[in-house]
């Protein structure tokens, strides 16, 4: 048997120990979804827009977000390599990179659950178009808020009161039904330029929805807190699909200054191929550098809200779950 395919046999076989946490990670939330992988083309590539064209996927902002505690000074991303064999090293350094340098976090981190509330949910899913407080980029991103106040009864009778034309409660009762059903359709089926988010589930759904009323200043006896149970992975598949996935590519070529130069953005499946966990977790956390802004180039925006067990969550999902074409 070839030298290189022994090694590789025997650090597959001491990673399964690890693997099998991240597994048993999954299996400790009953509540949580099945997760599956991220595929296909951008939701931007889909629409035939590139990230420059369109403020989808960039309402992040610049940041001047502190080093991570889990980045090193003077890291450089490895070369990617080809070879199976080689994207196999590469995925295996990156994660035992993580676990050399800071042992105890990382396995925290795998053994953990997450309890997200609907603010957790939006910043996820959401926040990286219609912005913190909900109110997008018009006129190519419309605001969340007046729709949301739709579903009210209290503010639809406060508002036709102001016009002149008051309506009874069950009247506005059921105009708020209509609006609240339209937003459950706009999140599963998507809109002109908004994508589908069918990979949420019904008590996501509901706990987004009570934070949304929460943001657009709903009436407290028209809104509660719901918060859901989340394994690592789930994290990670929110992450991915509801922010990263507007602009990256399941899978395709990876980065490196030379591809940025010529314009290509990174797939998903490159990340771990060509990047260690801190590097994707300093590039997420500070966006493409100042020198990519005055090139006039595509850039990253950076995403401070996002904590760094959640970029990580991302970054051990698309390890446990390969992107797919």
């Given at each position: 048997?070839?030298t290189k395919?022994?090694?590789?046999?025997i650090?597959?076989?001491?990673?399964?120990?690890?693997?099998?946490?991240?597994?048993k990670?999954?299996e400790?939330?009953p509540?949580s979804?099945?997760?599956?992988?991220?595929s296909?083309?951008?939701?931007?590539?889909r629409?035939?827009?590139?990230?420059?064209?369109?403020?989808?996927?960039r309402m992040g902002?610049r940041?001047s977000?502190?080093?991570s505690?889990?980045?090193?000074p003077?890291e450089?991303?490895p070369?990617?390599?080809?070879s199976?064999?080689?994207?196999?090293r590469?995925v295996?350094?990156?994660?035992?990179s993580?676990?050399?340098k800071n042992r105890?976090a990382?396995?925290n981190?795998?053994?953990?659950t997450?309890?997200?509330?609907?603010?957790?949910l939006?910043r996820l899913?959401?926040q990286?178009c219609h912005?913190p407080d909900g109110?997008?980029?018009p006129p190519?991103i419309?605001s969340?808020?007046?729709?949301?106040r739709g579903?009210?009864p209290?503010?639809?009778m406060?508002?036709m009161?102001?016009?002149g034309r008051?309506?009874?409660?069950?009247f506005?009762?059921?105009?708020a039904s209509q609006?609240?059903?339209?937003l459950?359709q706009r999140l599963?089926?998507?809109g002109?330029?908004?994508?589908p988010f069918?990979?949420?589930?019904?008590d996501?759904?509901?706990?987004?929805?009570e934070y949304l009323k929460?943001l657009?200043?709903?009436?407290?006896e028209?809104r509660?807190?719901?918060?859901?149970?989340?394994?690592v992975a789930r994290?990670?598949e929110?992450?991915i699909?509801?922010t990263?996935?507007?602009c990256h590519?399941a899978?395709?070529?990876?980065?490196?200054h030379?591809a940025m130069?010529?314009?290509i953005?990174?797939?998903?499946a490159?990340?771990?191929r060509q990047n260690?966990?801190?590097?994707?977790?300093?590039?997420?956390?500070m966006?493409?550098?100042r020198m990519?802004y005055?090139m006039?180039?595509?850039?990253?925006p950076?995403?401070?809200y996002?904590?760094e067990e959640?970029?990580?969550?991302?970054?051990?999902?698309?390890?446990?779950?390969?992107?797919?074409p």
């Open positions: 048997m070839n395919i022994k090694t590789l046999i650090i597959l076989l001491a990673f399964l120990p690890l693997i099998g946490i991240f597994s990670t999954v400790q939330s509540q979804p099945v997760v599956t992988p991220v296909g083309p951008s939701w931007l590539k629409l035939g827009l590139r990230p420059g064209e369109t403020a989808m996927g902002g940041s977000a502190p080093p505690i889990f980045m090193q003077g450089n991303t070369e990617p390599e080809k199976f064999l080689g994207h196999m590469n295996l350094r990156n994660i035992f993580l676990f050399k105890k990382s396995q981190l795998l053994q953990k997450f309890i997200l509330s609907g603010s957790d939006y899913n959401c990286s912005g109110t997008g980029a190519e419309k969340l808020i007046d729709p949301v579903m009210s209290t503010l639809i406060k508002r009161e102001e016009r008051p309506i009874d409660e069950a506005a009762r059921e105009l609006a609240e059903a339209t459950r599963q089926e998507g002109e330029k908004m994508p069918k990979h949420l589930s019904g996501e759904v509901e706990a987004l929805i929460e657009a200043g709903l009436p407290e028209e509660h807190e719901i918060k859901v149970t989340q394994s994290v990670g929110h992450l699909k509801g990263c996935h507007i590519d899978t395709g070529p990876g980065g490196g030379m130069m010529r314009g953005i990174p797939s998903l490159s990340f771990v260690s966990i801190q590097q994707v977790v300093r590039q997420v956390k966006g493409s550098s990519m005055m006039g180039r595509d850039t990253m950076a995403f401070p996002l904590s959640e970029i990580i969550a991302g970054y051990l999902y698309l390890v446990e779950y390969p992107p797919r």
